[in-house]
């Protein structure tokens, strides 16, 4: 029943997933959120410990965008100056075609060898699904305590109960 929200991958933290997990797996394009999943929300710019797992997929030859709801340009692009890899804010996840096209078009991948990898399923995860695309889940650094999030990550925890049922019967 909540198959489609199901990630491909889950871990627990996002420079758990090494540039030889994402060979190992077809993976050569990373579509990456920075709120929650690889910052939290107040941090503005990367931290040494991203800037070296970004440098490891660089090194790899694994090409990679940032992609955000945000509705501020500012935060990506600030968060972004270091690293000055494509950025888009605004993109309206999960329905992001239009956005996704122009990353992949940028970075010159393809679907079928790209993933999307964040903390929220309702919209990181099935903008990788809705877009043929693998879908990594990590969970959230610091939730926003909001009644918005809590509530959407009420929606969430049935999915993530039914995603480790399933994966503990493999």
Do not use: C
Request: aromatic share 12%; net charge positive.
């Amino acid at each position: 029943m909540f198959k489609i929200f199901h990630p491909d991958f889950y871990f627990q933290k996002y420079n758990e997933i090494t540039p030889e997990f994402l060979t190992k797996n077809g993976i050569k394009t990373l579509l990456l959120e920075v709120d929650n999943t690889l910052a939290p929300y107040e941090q503005k710019e990367p931290s040494e410990e991203n800037l070296a797992w970004l440098k490891s997929l660089t090194d790899a030859g694994i090409g990679y965008a940032f992609i955000s709801n945000n509705s501020s340009d500012e935060r990506i692009k600030r968060f972004n100056e270091k690293i000055g890899a494509p950025a888009y804010a605004k993109s309206g996840k999960p329905f992001a075609n239009r956005t996704i096209n122009r990353v992949l078009a940028t970075l010159g991948g393809k679907r079928e060898s790209a993933a999307f990898l964040g903390d929220q399923i309702f919209t990181d995860v099935l903008a990788g699904k809705f877009n043929g695309m693998k879908a990594i889940l990590v969970p959230p650094i610091k939730d926003k305590k909001n009644l918005f999030f809590r509530f959407k990550r009420t929606l969430e925890k049935p999915v993530m109960n039914d995603f480790f049922k399933r994966r503990r019967k493999k």
